[in-house]
């Protein structure tokens, strides 16, 4: 293998023409220039430059393995160009990972507000459940991801981002349960509406109840929350939702909050990152704004 900045020495001294512009210009002694062509050129076993009473000429031979070298040295100056506009956050690319809601409601805001500040950065989006979130994190896959918590995985590090409420709604049909407090219990006798079984939403539902002694299982399981809003809309039964996902529907009467006569505790939405595993610039740049704004 033959030290590269001998071909740099090489290179720039072709384009000068010159052994002392080239020493100038690579900010080195001319001897060593010499110096450096010299190892060149008997390691190639070949003749590079000709002396003329101008400074030097390319040989055949040189002229052959500059075109080369010009090639390769174009290469590495793009690559130069390219991670300083990385650097600079000029380009990038972030692949984030979370469900539908979390990705609708809690995510593009951000992104909005990010992409105005650095519009060059592209932002993906990779869509899943919290373990299939996690599952594409420790792939690498995606940069990091926005789940539901509690994620206890020895691969990933949490930061914890919001919280937020859940409680339980209805449509006109059910109205009536809204006039008074009610117990998990008497909710039992209505039809439940609920996510999908490995869904975080669905296991806290099943750990409320479980803290009271009791089990449900929900007649309707869906897998979005538009579909869940909709459902509780027309009165196919009561739905456990995330109340800032509600907000427009409570204000305007099409959904109706029911009272319990205990408080449900908030749940927490966390960002996920691979532990020992540094995120991009680019990257880094958007776990900050989140946490910022």
Do not use: W
């Not at 002229?63 to 991670?83: C, G, H, M, N, V």
């Not at 439940?192 to 539902?205: A, D, V």
């Not at 305007?252 to 908030?266: A, P, Q």
Request: glycine fraction near 4%.
């Amino acid at each position: 293998m033959i030290n590269l900045e001998l071909y740099r020495v090489f290179y720039v001294t072709a384009l000068e023409k010159s052994f002392s512009k080239a020493a100038i210009k690579l900010f080195i002694t001319q001897p060593s220039v010499s110096h450096a062509i010299k190892q060149l050129e008997e390691k190639l076993e070949l003749q590079l430059f000709i002396r003329t009473s101008k400074g030097v000429s390319v040989t055949k031979e040189g002229e052959t393995l500059f075109k080369y070298i010009e090639q390769a040295f174009t290469f590495i100056d793009s690559a130069e160009r390219k991670i300083s506009e990385i650097k600079n956050l000029n380009r990038g690319e972030v692949t984030i990972g979370g469900s539908d809601s979390t990705c609708k409601h809690y995510l593009l805001p951000h992104i909005k507000t990010f992409q105005e500040c650095f519009p060059d950065i592209q932002i993906k989006l990779q869509h899943g459940s919290t373990p299939s979130i996690i599952e594409k994190l420790t792939s690498g896959i995606i940069d990091f991801g926005i789940v539901h918590l509690p994620v206890d995985h020895k691969q990933i590090q949490v930061t914890e981002f919001l919280n937020i409420n859940s409680t339980f709604v209805v449509g006109e049909k059910y109205k009536e349960l809204t006039k008074n407090e009610n117990t998990l219990e008497e909710l039992l006798k209505y039809p439940i509406i609920s996510f999908s079984e490995k869904s975080s939403s669905r296991k806290f539902l099943n750990l409320l109840f479980q803290k009271q002694g009791l089990n449900v299982k929900p007649d309707i399981e869906v897998g979005s929350v538009d579909l869940l809003i909709e459902c509780a809309k027309i009165g196919m039964g009561v739905a456990f939702v995330t109340k800032e996902l509600v907000t427009k529907e409570l204000k305007n009467c099409l959904l109706f909050e029911i009272k319990l006569n205990e408080k449900i505790e908030k749940r927490k939405i966390g960002l996920v990152t691979k532990k020992e595993l540094p995120l991009s610039i680019a990257a880094n740049q958007f776990f900050q704004h989140l946490l910022t704004k």
